[in-house]
């Protein structure tokens, strides 16, 4: 059964940092394109970050030049390295996998996480 398991989350004063770490797992032969979306309460569910096979990224542009997005595709791992963090950060922040295949045929247009709390506050 395919899982993705969110890691990293947690409580950080503002100015601090927070890495992320999602690994997918469950017989996975590739994965397309990996990222990292966020809701904050009372909010919709916005893109964070995202991560093409290829290497290629995107960033929200509230976040640009503070978070890194990152991916070890031997891992099926992706990573989000948050820097100088600000309040507004504080949200639920979710993995996702576009396009996923696994070894046994089947296939995934969207798979989410279950999210990591992520608080920014002095």
């Known amino acids: 059964q395919v899982q993705l398991v969110e890691s990293g989350g947690g409580l950080v004063q503002p100015g601090g940092s927070l890495r992320l770490s999602c690994a997918a797992s469950?017989?996975?032969?590739?994965?397309?394109?990996m990222g990292w979306y966020r809701q904050a309460p009372g909010k919709q569910r916005e893109l964070v970050a995202g991560?093409?096979?290829?290497?290629?990224?995107n960033y929200a542009d509230s976040v640009k030049g503070r978070f890194t997005i990152s991916r070890d595709n031997a891992k099926n791992t992706v990573y989000l390295q948050m820097n100088s963090l600000k309040p507004e950060d504080t949200a639920v922040y979710y993995c996702?996998?576009?396009?996923?295949?696994?070894?046994?045929?089947?296939?995934?247009?969207?798979?989410w996480g279950h999210g990591t709390q992520v608080t920014v506050s002095s």
């Open positions: 996702n996998a576009d396009q996923l295949w696994t070894y046994s045929g089947s296939y995934y247009q969207n798979y």
């Open positions: 469950g017989n996975i032969l590739k994965i397309a394109a």
């Open positions: 991560i093409a096979s290829g290497g290629s990224t």
